[in-house]
């Protein structure tokens, strides 16, 4: 019988993934099978797509991860969350509330998961709890490494798990030495959350429409709201750790009095000045974390490390080889460092693979594609090379949805489960806006382009890797003339997803083709999924996004499927 390993993470962003054999074989989000965007909660459905999927009973689980000691695991409605940060701040005993976090006593949550897997008829797998903030940090060594044998520095920051916000690790041979560990009464990343809701935003949602809105701003003006939050939080002696200026209450509870003195600024220079912050505190502590330790190759995990600006800034670091962000690096990448623990404790640190692609999920049949289509009224073709006949829309102008080959794992779609267009058309963001996305105006679109290709667009003297798209690109002047669309408005910066020109997904193949019809080996892509709804998942979801919106064409894996007869 096959050995059968499940890591899993109940909260926000809730995931599951399975090993077989000690081989990571499956990933999913609850999200993209409830159809609620973030899901909070424990990962029924996905505990059992992840079994289904590798035809694996409940019983048969050797062993279960969890990646957490500490939290909620119950499942809480997007409303009445949000009726509950309405009136956080005025709850009677919040301080008391913020110490039980801080010592990340369990309170009965290991009995719960236990419980809960009871209830999933997974009653005889050993069952493990993992920090926080370690299993942060084990999914971008474990997942990110490039050999064994060699040291990293691995930094973690979000904005509390565990009663912790952020850690500086040495991980070595699979072993770990942590020389910084931040409390979460110092949390850069609550600073984030907070600004985000009292912007009439949805935190651990649209932090990125704040870092998407900052360059638009004033540099000037960014630094005076930059000023203000250095007043209430900065790195301690050490230069390790982050530390609040006022040292009898948290920058969560300290919210209202720094909201207050924020108050009166431009929403742009607010987030511009959230970022400039951000920039400066995480550059200065992992330079500091460098000289401390000697190790100049840099892996990140956790929330905070979804910032592509910041990320940018720490790569550039003259003291920086290398820098990588574990793709989706927010909780839904516990599931994966939980997974990670594991193998390394049952087979050994070596033999731990680091992660191969973000396709984790559920493949597009021809059976499931010719079901999903049956009686709509859509039409079908089945080209004999169907990237070719992807690529021929493209190059004419017309956007184009994709959904083929396994669902990506995480918060970026990286070709299968995407959405495409010619990223020299300025047009592009407006018809995308207008067709589906629904996007705020200022958040800018992101480019695919092929490996071979990066060094004419990117200014990239590092060559450092971007498969995921977790890394922000100064551009070469003219890059824009080929991806005006792709790029931020305001500053032509890029996220970027550089992908091996070898890759068998179908996107490279597709970006090939579309070089030779139009000598441009880039494009635009963005998720397939309708505004407010996770990415889709199967091809009735892929279908479902193509008969709500204004898109006219979709591939569906082999098949193409368009609201029109072909010409």
């Known amino acids: 019988m096959a050995e059968l390993i499940l890591g899993i993470h109940g909260g926000a962003n809730s995931t599951a993934a399975i090993a077989v054999d000690g081989e990571l074989a499956w990933c999913v989000q609850e999200e993209r099978l409830t159809g609620i965007k973030g899901y909070m909660g424990f990962p029924h459905r996905a505990i059992a797509a992840c079994l289904a999927a590798v035809g694996a009973d409940p019983a048969d689980l050797g062993a ?9 695991v119950e499942h809480c409605p997007r409303d009445e969350w949000l009726r509950r940060l309405r009136g956080f701040h005025r709850r009677p005993m919040l301080a008391k509330a913020e110490a039980q976090l801080v010592s990340a006593v369990p309170a009965g949550m290991d009995r719960r998961v236990r419980e809960l897997l009871h209830e999933a008829g997974i009653r005889n797998a050993n069952v493990t709890f993992h920090d926080h ?3 942060h940090g084990a999914a971008a060594y474990y997942g990110l490494r490039a050999t064994p044998d060699q040291p990293y520095l691995v930094v973690t920051c979000d904005g509390f798990g565990d009663g912790a916000c952020a850690t500086a690790t040495i991980w070595h041979h699979g072993h770990r ?12 990343g609550l600073l984030w959350f907070w600004l985000t809701y009292a912007s009439g935003f949805t935190p651990h949602e649209d932090e990125f429409k704040l870092m998407g809105m900052a360059p638009y701003a004033d540099p000037g003006r960014a630094a005076h709201a930059a000023g203000i939050l250095r007043r209430h939080l900065r790195l301690d002696e050490t230069g390790l750790r982050f530390q609040r200026a006022n040292p009898k209450s948290s920058i969560e509870r300290s919210w209202p009095r720094i909201h207050a003195e924020l108050q009166g600024l431009r929403f742009d220079d607010l987030f511009a000045g959230l ?8 550059t200065t502590w992992i330079a500091n974390a460098i000289a401390a330790t000697g190790i100049h190759d840099v892996l990140a995990g956790g929330g905070v490390f979804m910032n592509i600006k910041s990320n940018q800034r720490i790569a550039a670091l003259d003291t920086v080889h290398s820098f990588a962000a574990f793709p989706s690096c927010s909780d839904e990448s516990l599931a994966l460092g939980a997974l990670y623990l594991q193998l390394a404790d049952q087979h050994g640190h070596q033999h731990v693979a680091p992660l191969a692609s973000c396709y984790l ?8 594609a010719l079901a999903a289509v049956t009686g709509t009224g859509l039409h079908i073709t089945r080209p004999s090379d169907v990237h070719q006949a992807v690529a021929q829309l493209l190059a ?4 184009v949805a994709r959904c083929a080959g396994r669902m990506e794992y995480g918060a970026r779609a990286l070709g299968n489960r995407s959405i495409l267009a010619d990223p020299a058309d300025a047009d592009i963001p407006r018809r995308l806006n207008r067709t589906i996305k629904h996007r705020d105006f200022w958040m800018p679109f992101a480019p695919a382009i092929l490996a071979s290709a990066a060094d004419q667009y990117l200014y990239n003297p590092k060559t450092l890797t971007s498969p995921y798209m977790m890394l922000g690109f100064e551009t070469i002047p003219g890059a824009e003339r080929d991806m005006i669309a792709a790029l931020h408005p305001a500053d032509l910066t890029s996220r970027p997803q550089i992908i091996d020109d070898n890759d068998t997904s179908g996107l490279a193949a597709i970006l090939t083709r579309y070089q030779h019809l139009t000598g441009r080996p880039v494009l635009l892509n963005t998720s397939l999924n309708l505004h407010g709804h996770p990415i889709a998942r199967t091809a009735t979801d892929a279908v479902h996004v193509l008969q709500h919106s204004d898109l006219t064409h979709l591939q569906l894996g082999n098949l193409l499927v368009s609201k029109s007869m072909p010409a």
């Open 133 to 135: 903030h370690t299993t």
């Open 64 to 72: 279960v991860a969890y990646g957490s000691v500490s939290g909620p």
């Open 177 to 188: 030495v942590e020389i910084a560990r931040t409390d979460m009464r110092n949390s850069l």
């Open 396 to 399: 004419r102008g017309v956007i």
């Open 275 to 282: 970022q400039m912050f951000t920039d400066e505190l995480l």
């Open 361 to 368: 999920g559920d493949d597009i049949t021809d059976d499931a």
